[in-house]
C-alpha cells in the first residue's frame, strides 16, 4: 500500500508531551519526514531521516519509528505548537506519499 | 541561502491547462543532490504531492495524476515547471514548489526522503 494514516486530530495540555502517530507500509523501506504547517502557511520541515531536525527547530521536536509506524513527539507543548502536522515518506517506486495530516490542539 | 517562487495564473478555465513556474534563487537547479518537486493542497484539505524531476529530465508522478502531468526543467533560467491537462473544479488548490532529498546511506537498509524548502505557494482556481 501506498499510504500513510495519522489520527486526524489530537490534543495536549500546555506543558504537556504528545505523540503523533504515522503508520504504512511504505515506513518499513523508507524514514518519515515531518512538517508544520499553520493556516496560510507554507508547510516546514521539522524532522528529517530518523531524527534529524534542521537548523533552527527547538528541541522538543524528536521523531521515532518502528516497523512500519513513525512518531513525532513534542515534548513540553507551546501555545505556538498548534498546528496541522504531517508525515511524507516515499514508496518502493521512489513516488512521494503524504500522510493525511493531524490538527494538534494545545490546550 | 536558496529560496524557491512560484509564479503562474490564479485562474484557469475547466478543461483547460495548468501552467506554473517555479523560480529557484540561491543555489542551481542543475545540483544533482536535489529533486525539485510539486505539492498541492485544496483548501480545507491535505498535502498531496504531485511528483518531481531531476536535473536530468527524469520524473516521477503521483500516479492518480500521471496522466495529467508534465513537468520540465530549464537550468539556464534556474526553473522548473509544472503543467496539469484537463483541470477540473477538483484541482482548486494551493500549489506548492519543494526541493526534495531522497535517497539510502550505504550504511541502511532503510532510505529517506524530505522536502526542505518550500516556496509560498500559489493558489489556483479552476473556474469559468
Known amino acids: 500500500s501506498s499510504e500513510l494514516t495519522q489520527d486526524p486530530a489530537v490534543s495536549v495540555a500546555l506543558g504537556q508531551t504528545v505523540r503523533i502517530t504515522c503508520q504504512g507500509d511504505?515506513?518499513?523501506?523508507?524514514?518519515a519526514s515531518w512538517y508544520q504547517q499553520k493556516p496560510g502557511q507554507a508547510p516546514i520541515l521539522l524532522i528529517f531521516?530518523?531524527?534529524n531536525r534542521p537548523s533552527g527547530i527547538p528541541d522538543r521536536f524528536s521523531g521515532s519509528s518502528s516497523g512500519g509506524t513513525a512518531s513525532l513527539t513534542i515534548t513540553g507543548a507551546q501555545a505556538e505548537d498548534e498546528a496541522d502536522y504531517y508525515c511524507?515518506?516515499?514508496?518502493?517506486?521512489?513516488?512521494?506519499?503524504f500522510g493525511g495530516g493531524t490538527k494538534l490542539t494545545v490546550l | 541561502q536558496v529560496q524557491l517562487q512560484e509564479s503562474g495564473p490564479g485562474l484557469v478555465k475547466p478543461s483547460e491547462t495548468l501552467s506554473l513556474t517555479c523560480t529557484v534563487s540561491?543555489?542551481?537547479?542543475?545540483?544533482?543532490?536535489?529533486?525539485w518537486s510539486w505539492i498541492r493542497q485544496p483548501p480545507g484539505k491535505g498535502l498531496e504531492w504531485i511528483g518531481y524531476?531531476?536535473?536530468?529530465?527524469?520524473?516521477k508522478y503521483n500516479p492518480s495524476l500521471k496522466s495529467r502531468v508534465t513537468m520540465s526543467i530549464d537550468t539556464s533560467k534556474n526553473q522548473f515547471s509544472l503543467k496539469l491537462s484537463s483541470v477540473t473544479a477538483a484541482d482548486t488548490a494551493v500549489y506548492s514548489c519543494?526541493?526534495?532529498?531522497?535517497?539510502?546511506?550505504?550504511?541502511?537498509?532503510?532510505?529517506?526522503?524530505?522536502?526542505?524548502?518550500w516556496g509560498q505557494g500559489t493558489m489556483v482556481t479552476v473556474s469559468s
Open positions: 519543494a526541493r526534495a532529498s531522497s535517497g539510502t546511506y550505504y550504511y541502511d537498509t532503510s532510505g529517506y526522503f524530505f522536502l526542505d524548502i
Open positions: 540561491g543555489g542551481p537547479v542543475s545540483s544533482g543532490s536535489y529533486y
Open positions: 524531476i531531476y536535473y536530468s529530465g527524469s520524473t
Open positions: 511504505s515506513l518499513r523501506g523508507c524514514y
Open positions: 531521516y530518523k531524527n
Open positions: 511524507n515518506s516515499r514508496d518502493s517506486s521512489g513516488r512521494g506519499i
